[in-house]
Structures are given as structure tokens and as C-alpha cells.
């Protein structure tokens, strides 16, 4: 964990609380739920914070109280219920794995499901692999590895990323099971995130799902503008840099306060490596920014439908919509009609180009969005 970077601004993971901008009402709910021993679960748009935040929970539970496992489990690669136990042993064996008879006993209490033990090429990491012929097999898989999870003398959370994925496995009964299995430890916490707020929410408040009412839900929102200027100032000052404070709200205005993306120009201005940052530097960032990501934007116009890729420009063009089917909007966009918006908008949505963010339609990516708005603009 204590690697030391050059730039203070990532994009990608968590390398420690002096690199996350700390959500510390976020961070003190998420918490308060855990030592009550109530299930949470967290929801945002993509790219917002949940998995930095997750992490972030992970690292002060493990390393300031070392009294607690947190079983982290990323869901999005998996595909069915068999992937879903892959995931979660994997997740625990890397955790224990300098503990021999630990790794012993899970081998073999699971060696009904043949497992494999691999290395993954890229990461070195170790990985665990069964063989599941059904789904009694992946609910005894569960049984068994929550039993000897449960042995642990230490406090345990779950978290369980990109939770909405189970919803798409083909077994039709992996969720009840896993419910099943989950309520018969009521002291474990249990931490679900996802991006998918319509399946989540589906999942949690549907009276005929197994999940219903199990889990509060919390809505992770934009930093507060206050606390992430307060860190981007300090962190370029830590290098005797400086950014002035109409240059960080041009960045909040553009970047919408999207965490990846505030990160991501910051990145990227931290990286140019002058004394002085103004509007200048951050004007022409945002140039560089849309140049770079030019090719992949034109692709989306060769790749979608034209009406589709219309309704996108539109949105993109008047940086995001109340109605997108009020007449005034199809008339000044060509958008033919207001039926082929809604089916426009619902294509896009699975897509998961656009949202419905803040009583807007918006597209989604960011920089997309900037981009469409600059290139198409009248
Ligand atoms: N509090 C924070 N301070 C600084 N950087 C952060 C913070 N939270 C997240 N980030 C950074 O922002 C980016 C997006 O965050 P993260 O991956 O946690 O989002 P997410 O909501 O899990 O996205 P997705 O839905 O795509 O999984 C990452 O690069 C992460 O390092
Ligand atoms: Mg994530």
C-alpha cells in the first residue's frame, strides 16, 4: 500500500487515504452501518467513487483496527453462479494465504468442487478455480466457505462490488440462495455496491425478491465542491505548485464535479509540471483532452444507429435535457418524432450512454459529453 507516486492525482484504484479526498459524512455512515451490523447498499453513477470509497472503508478497518477481515469481492467479471464462488474464494484465499492450514482446509473442503489452484500471468496473483456442475453445488460451495469464513476470530465485512450482476446470471435461483445463505449470519455485514441503480433498486425494494428490505440504500453524490478544492490546493502546494481557484471551478463546471474526470484533468495539469497553473493551462488541457479522445468519440458515430447517435449529439449539444420528447427539443434536433426519442433513449440507456441524473437527461461519459457539445455546437 505504501507505494510512492509521483502525482497525487489517480485514476485508477486506491493507493491509500493520502491519495482519496476524504467523504468522511460517506465514509461515517458506511462505517456506522458496519459496526451495528446493518447491511448497506451503496449506489452511484459509473466512475463516481464507490469502489475508492469501498476500498478506502477496507484500509482503515484493516490497518487502524487490525481487529477486522474485509472480504472485498469484485463482481463485474462474473458471469453465473460458479464465477461467483471462483470470485469469492479467490478473494479469500489472497487474504490468507500466508496462513497454511487455512489454505489447506479450504482446499479441502471444497475438493467435492475439484478445486484448481492458478496464477494469474499479469498480476502474479494467485487464484482459486472449481468445477460446479449445479446450483446445489454452488450453494454448498457457499455454505461451506461462509462457515469457514465464519471461524475467523476476527470481525468480518463482506463487500460485494458490482452487486447487480448476480440479477444476470442464468440460474434463476443464485440470489435466493445467496440471501439464504447471508441471513444465517446476522453478526457478518454485508456491503453491495453498483452503478445499475434501476436493477439494484429492483433487487432491494421489490416485495417478491429475496433481497427485499434486506439492505439500506445510500446514494453516493458528488464530493463536496468545498473539500475537493481544499485537496487539490493542498496537493499541488505539497510540491510548491500552485492552481488558483477560478482555474478549480472552471474544472468543477466542466468535469460536472464527476470525481474520474475531476481526477483525471488534474492528473493531467499535476503532470505538466508548472509552477503556475491557471486558466490557461486548464483551457487548453480541455482542448488537449477532447483531441485525445477524438477517434474513439467518432467511432460511436459509426457505431450506433443514426438515430441514436442523433439523440446523443442532442443531449450532448444542450448539456443535458429535461424533456426529450417536448416538441421545441425534436424540432430543433431533427429527432423525427417523440416515439422514436423514447426508443432512442431507452436504447441509449441500456447502452449506458446516458443518465437521468439530477432531473436531467445526460450523456453519461463526460468527455463525451464536452465533446459533442464543442464539435456539433451551431
Ligand atoms: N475520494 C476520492 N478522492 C480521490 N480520487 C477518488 C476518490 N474516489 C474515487 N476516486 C478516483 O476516481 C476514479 C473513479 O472512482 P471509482 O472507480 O471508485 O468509481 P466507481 O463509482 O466504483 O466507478 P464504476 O461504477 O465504474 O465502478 C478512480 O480513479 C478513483 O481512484
Ligand atoms: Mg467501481
Known sequence: MKRKITNPFITGGYL???????RLEEAGRIMNAISSRRNLTLISLRRMGKTGLLKHIKFQLEYSSKKCTVIYVDLLPTTNGNEMLNALSTALYRIRKSEKNFIERLLTIMSSLRPKLTIDPLTGEPSVEFKVESSSGVQSGLEQILKLISEIKQDIVFMFDEFQQISKYPEQNIESLLRTVIQSYPSVPFIFSGSSRHMLENMFMSPGRPFYQSSELMYLDRIKEDDYRVFIKENF??????????????????????????????NHLYGKGGKKTGEKEVKSLFHQILTDFEPQFVNYRNLLPPHQFRLLQAIGVEDGVLQPTSGDFIRKHDLTSPSSVMTSLKALTEKEMIVFDKG???????????WLEYHYRA
Open 16 to 22: 491509500g487515504p493520502e491519495y482519496f479526498c476524504d
Open 360 to 370: 436531467k437527461w445526460q450523456v453519461h461519459d463526460v468527455f463525451l459529453s464536452r
Open 237 to 266: 502546494n505539497k510540491s510548491g505548485r500552485e492552481i488558483d481557484d477560478v482555474s478549480i471551478s472552471k474544472i468543477f463546471d466542466w468535469t460536472r464535479l464527476h470525481t474520474y474526470y475531476v481526477q483525471y484533468v488534474c
